[in-house]
């Protein structure tokens, strides 16, 4: 079965710092991996995607993720963050069916 | 990418009773999914709709809990019944994206039961 961890709860940062949120899969098939963002009462809103080819992927508003098979880990991340990145972030997996992390908050501060 | 039109956005309802959410796509889709959200938790699937055959219900909900309808391709309604404080959560729909590759979702509707 596949299950999907999110090492970090909440992350605070200080506007226009880097931010890493860290995100590992377990799956014993090859899966597709996903990241969404959930702005304060609001819907879900897909920020980027690994399907398959490069590692690296890069997706709206800035932020890029990493897939990394021997650690199976997809780490998003964004150079430099601010006050508007505010928000929920769920790491997702699966092909049919998602299955979703806990979520990480995200709190940029001035 | 499909858009989804989900409401109620939100309601306040009394214990015991019934809501009804309904989803809407602007687009033909086989399969629909409900999702639901408790405070502070992540989201869990509750069952995938198709179109013309009864729902699958993911482990730990079921039918008469959360009757799912799916008349048409673009169309789907959760019904959350009997409802207790324990079912205040958001619902959310979705649907694949085109190729298959991602979801898209619904803008949720905040249920409180009191």
């Given amino acids: 079965a596949q299950s999907v961890t999110q090492l970090d709860s909440q992350v605070p940062v200080f506007e226009e710092a880097p931010v890493e949120l860290r995100c590992n899969y377990s799956s014993s098939v090859s899966v597709y991996l996903f990241w969404y963002v959930q702005y304060p009462n609001q819907g879900l809103q897909l920020l980027l995607k690994y399907l398959s080819g490069s590692t690296l992927v890069k997706g709206i508003n800035g932020f890029e993720a990493e897939f ?25 997996a699966g092909s049919e069916k998602l299955v979703f992390g806990k979520g990480t908050k995200l709190t940029v501060n001035p | 990418s499909a858009v989804i ?10 214990r015991g009773t019934s809501l009804t959410i309904q ?30 055959s009864e729902a699958t219900y993911e482990s730990g909900f079921v039918i008469d809990k959360f009757p799912i309808s799916r ?14 404080p324990e079912d205040s959560s958001i619902y959310l729909c979705s649907v694949p994206l085109q190729g298959h590759y991602g979801y898209t979702f619904g803008s949720g509707t905040r249920l409180t039961v009191v």
């Fill in chain 2, 71 to 84: 008349p048409n391709l673009t169309f789907s309604t959760l019904t959350v019944s009997n409802m207790s």
């Fill in chain 1, 68 to 92: 990394n098979k021997s650690q199976t880990s997809f780490h998003l991340r964004k150079p430099s963050v601010h006050i508007s990145d505010t928000a929920e972030y769920f790491c997702a």
């Fill in chain 2, 23 to 52: 989803c809407q796509v602007d687009s033909q889709v086989t399969m629909m999914f409900w999702y639901r959200q408790q405070p502070g938790q992540s989201l869990t699937l509750i069952a995938t709709a198709n179109q013309g």
């Fill in chain 2, 5 to 14: 039109s989900q409401k109620p956005s939100r309601d306040i309802c009394q």
